[in-house]
């Protein structure tokens, strides 16, 4: 089972072991799916579990060391945007379909947001100072898609 690789070995094994479903009906986890219309290079059947709370997926891969220690600090970033922000829709009533987007090449999105038709794609990076831009063949495919990177310097926005 290859669900949630930027987690570690041990936490696939937990997840494994208690089941996707269980951790996901007890509100542990959220899981989100590939997003594909159909272009050939997409990544379509992949899924990406997100925990609510860092903390619980800290201990199942028993690493509480500090983020400038740390060798999955973006993985840590990812989880944290994408739990608030699922709190944040639920508080607002902003009721949206949530999906990431890779393709075989290793292009990726990490969350987008399906709302009302339109497209809001968000890339998440822990250090405000790397760019990245929408990916140019998820502009071609998929037209005028919003397209935002959220940092450490930017996320209050993104959560309030």
Known sequence: ?????????????VI??????????????????????????EIRKGKKVYFY?????NALIRNFAPTHLRQDTGALWENLMMSERMKQNA???NY???????????QKIDLIEERDG???????????RRSSALPA?????YGDA????????NYKDFVE
Request: net charge positive.
């Open 1 to 13: 089972m290859n669900v949630i690789t930027k987690f570690g070995i041990k936490t696939v094994n």
């Open 91 to 93: 508080l607002t009533g």
């Open 16 to 41: 494994t072991k208690f089941g996707i479903n269980l951790v996901n009906r007890n509100k542990i986890t959220t899981v989100a799916a590939s997003f594909s219309r159909n272009m050939r290079t």
């Open 96 to 106: 949206a379909n949530l999906y990431f987007w890779r393709t075989h090449d290793k």
């Open 137 to 141: 063949s998820f502009a071609n495919s």
């Open 53 to 57: 709370d860092n903390g619980i997926r």
């Open 146 to 153: 919003e397209y935002t990177v959220i940092t450490t310097g």
């Open 118 to 128: 339109q497209l809001h794609c968000y890339e998440f990076k822990y250090n405000p």
